[in-house]
Nanobody, 115 residues
């Protein structure tokens, strides 16, 4: 089995920063793309940022310049550095790992930004 364990969420004031981590463990084959998604109450899950195995990144427009995704392939871990947080960034953040055996998701970590 494959497990993704997210950490780093919490409560922060607007303008603050958080760093999320997502470690992949278990029966790991070659991890291709890794990504962060988020889902706010009453809204659909949306892509936040994605990174390929070669380090190419992509971001949703509203996150560009504030969020940075990066990964440590030696640790099978993906990170999301979030700066200049806004109340509208409040959501449950999920990581996803794409492997030849399929897509795998973490359980989510809550991020709450107070105004």
């Amino acid at each position: 089995q494959v497990h993704l364990v997210e950490s780093g969420g919490g409560l922060v004031q607007a303008g603050g920063s958080l760093r999320l981590s997502c470690a992949v463990t278990g029966r790991i084959f070659s991890i291709n793309a890794m990504a962060w998604y988020r889902q706010a109450p009453g809204k659909q899950r949306e892509l936040v940022a994605e990174i390929t195995s070669g380090g190419i990144t992509g971001y949703a427009d509203s996150m560009k310049g504030r969020f940075t995704i990066y990964r440590d392939n030696t640790k099978n871990t993906v990170y999301l550095q979030m700066n200049s947080l806004k109340p509208e960034d409040t959501a449950v953040y999920y990581c996803r790992a794409q492997m030849v055996t399929g897509n795998f998701w973490g359980q989510g970590t809550q991020v709450t930004v107070s105004s």
